[in-house]
């Protein structure tokens, strides 16, 4: 099966890869490989420590018939850090990340998340009473919201690429919740975790989606990959000079064993962070902000205080992983999986979309969004083993104040344009939804 690096039909894509079978032979933008489906199969290889991260280990990366030239090359050979090591070296890499990341580091943000959230939540009203304003709409201006939003005007968390108005034509009325609210929300929080100055968030925002695009040209592609070292280079050596309360300070002064992390492992343990800590995030606020409104019998439910927001976001992280097809692991020998030999050299992905969607674990209704299941969804949208996120808690703490407070605001919301409309980004790797365009009031 080719892997449609536009994006067009995602969820056709993964019921044909489910249809397909555990193990699925797949073309990633001309590159063969394997990528897994289904969930026990999952779990059994994300422990396996025949299977790793190192590209030496790819048969075609050796041979030189994939190249730095692959589009795809970014998310496989990044740099060095505990997303692409493995064994005593990937340990060494992560534990102080993921120790830093306490429940008590968590606690701490969430006023900043709750900060950044009302703030974004005023922007949202303000956008859409212009532009209710603008199409000379009925009293946008009285909507609750609107003077807050007057009295933080021109503080940040201004939503990059603006936000609205969008949907069925300019002054509509309608707002994009993807642009104007779910997009700067992780990154502000990413950021502040790490010591990354909220002003460089604007430039990483068009830089991470040049990134993970599949159309980005090669040479802007390098440029990126480029601009992006040395923006972390620079973070490191001022941190290093002047250790602040984050998680990049904390980096360079933690020790594993005695031994220091160098400073390139520091700025690749950043990279990794900033990269998937965003993006992702994105994902499960837009796709359960979707899910909701596409469901209005279960959002009441949630509204009325009936059901917690946790099942919402359990639901979401499985019904539509925010990370679709994981880069990259290769076999270090023959393994046998699915009724399917994986040969030493070649590439496994995970899709984690499918895996989501196996019915096998979450029963034959698994293609059906419902936060009613009674039994706990175990999915793997975080991973499993080693390399499971450390990010998931944080990720679960932003999505369980943006998403409450959002519907609270706008408990009318709606979405305005058929939800076939609403269309992926040339994403491979993220479920990336191009915008979200709502009318917050009913
Ligand atoms: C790893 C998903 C949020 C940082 C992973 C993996 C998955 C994942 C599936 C494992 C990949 C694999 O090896 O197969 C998600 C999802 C998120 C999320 C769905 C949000 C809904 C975050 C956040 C951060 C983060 C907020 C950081 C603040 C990382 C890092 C790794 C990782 C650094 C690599 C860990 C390693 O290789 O040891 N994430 N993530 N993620 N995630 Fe997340």
């Known amino acids: 099966m080719v892997i449609d690096p536009m994006v067009g039909d995602l969820a056709g894509e993964t019921a044909a890869l489910r249809e397909a079978g555990p193990v699925v032979r797949v073309d990633l933008m001309g590159a063969p490989a394997w990528t897994i489906t289904a969930h026990a199969e999952a779990r059994r290889l994300l422990t396996d420590p025949r299977l790793v991260k190192d590209i030496q280990q790819w048969g075609l990366w050796r041979s030189g018939a994939v190249t730095a030239e692959w589009p795809l090359i970014g998310l496989v050979d990044a740099s060095r850090s505990m997303f692409t090591e493995d064994g005593p070296e990937h340990r060494r890499l992560r534990v ?57 005007a021109g503080t940040s968390g201004a939503a990059p690429g603006g936000g609205g108005p969008v949907g069925g034509g300019p002054g509509d009325g309608a707002v994009d919740l993807k642009a104007a609210f779910a997009l700067p929300l992780p990154m502000s929080v990413v950021c502040a975790l790490m010591g990354v100055d909220p002003e460089l968030e604007p430039r990483l925002h068009e830089l991470y989606e040049l990134f993970f695009s599949t159309v980005t040209p090669q040479d802007q592609r390098l440029a990126v990959f480029a601009e992006l070292d040395e923006l972390y280079h620079d973070l490191v050596r001022q941190k290093t000079a002047e250790p602040g309360d984050d998680l990049t300070s904390a980096l360079i002064q933690a020790d594993e064993g005695g031994e220091l992390l160098t400073a390139e492992e520091v700025r690749g343990n950043l990279e990794a962070m900033v990269a998937a800590g965003h993006e992702t995030t994105v ?33 979401t992280l499985r019904w539509e992983s925010p990370s679709t097809h994981l880069l990259m692991r290769f076999a270090t020998e023959d393994i046998e999986v699915g009724g399917t030999t994986v040969r030493e050299g070649e590439g496994v992905v995970m899709s984690y979309r499918a895996i989501g969607r196996d019915r096998e674990q979450h029963g034959p209704d698994a293609d059906n969004f419902d936060i009613r299941r009674e039994t706990p969804v175990r999915h793997l949208a975080f991973g499993h083993g080693p390399h499971i996120c450390p990010g998931a808690a944080l990720s679960r703490l932003e999505a369980s104040i943006a998403l409450p407070a959002l519907f609270a605001r706008f408990p009318g919301m709606r979405l305005a344009v058929p939800p076939e409309q609403v269309r992926n980004r040339p994403v491979l790797t993220q479920n990336e939804l191009e915008s979200l365009p709502v009318f917050l009031y009913s």
């Open 96 to 152: 102080k990340t993921a120790q830093a990341i306490t429940p008590r580091r968590l606690e701490a943000s969430r006023p900043l998340i709750e900060g950044i959230t009302a703030r974004l939540l005023d922007g949202l009203a303000e956008r859409a009473a212009q532009a209710t304003e603008r199409a000379g709409g009925p009293g946008a201006a009285a909507h609750e919201g609107t003077s807050q939003a007057a009295a933080h």
């Open 283 to 315: 994902g499960l606020i837009v796709c359960a902000v979707r899910a909701l409104l596409t469901h209005p019998d279960q959002l009441r439910l949630v509204l009325a205080g009936e059901i917690g927001w946790d099942a919402v976001i359990e639901e």
